[in-house]
């Protein structure tokens, strides 16, 4: 059976304690701009931005990506979902452009985001915000800013679960192999 590992609690705090880091870090470029990768990391993305300017009166553009389609693995069935629309409605040339998902494994997510980024221009720079780095890298990516890195079993992951699409509510739940999801 799955286990909860964190609740509403930790990630609210999770969230606060990277809007303090990406507050305090002052970027080249034209500003920054925030990258929420769908599903998960958009609806973190918009927390992260609440945050930014109810904490620190940072007003950051903020946009939408689904790099469904720039996966590597795509041949193999991952990733078989509908692919949403991106919504990026600013400049990204010269921009400091921070990546957010929920969970941080493999890289390959990151990889195919950082692909279909490009293909709508330039930016500065491009950071990375994950809530969990749960390890299993098969590329060389990693977090600029981190909620936390755990271990999990090989076979097993992490799933976060979001209020605004899950009825489980704000949790993060470590599932191990052959476990069903929570």
Known sequence: ????????????DCVERLAE???ARRGLGSGKALIGLRTRGAILADRLRDTLWKRHGLEIPIGYLDATLYRDDLHRGAGLKPVRPSELDFALNDRDIILV????????SIRAAM???????RP????????????GRELPIHP???GVKMEVSKGGFVRLKLREIDP????????????PEP
């Not at 692909?115 to 221009?121: M, P, R, S």
């Not at 500065?124 to 390890?135: E, F, H, K, N, P």
């Not at 489980?168 to 476990?179: K, R, T």
């Open 1 to 12: 059976m799955a286990s909860k590992i964190f609740d509403a609690s930790w990630l609210a």
């Open 21 to 23: 880091g990406i507050a």
């Open 101 to 108: 998902d929920d969970v941080l494994c493999t890289g390959r």
């Open 115 to 121: 692909g279909a980024i490009f293909d709508y221009g």
């Open 124 to 135: 500065a720079s491009i950071a990375l915000c994950v809530m969990i780095d749960r390890g």
């Open 144 to 146: 600029d800013y981190l």
């Open 168 to 179: 489980q509510g704000d949790a993060v739940y470590v599932v191990g192999p052959g476990e």
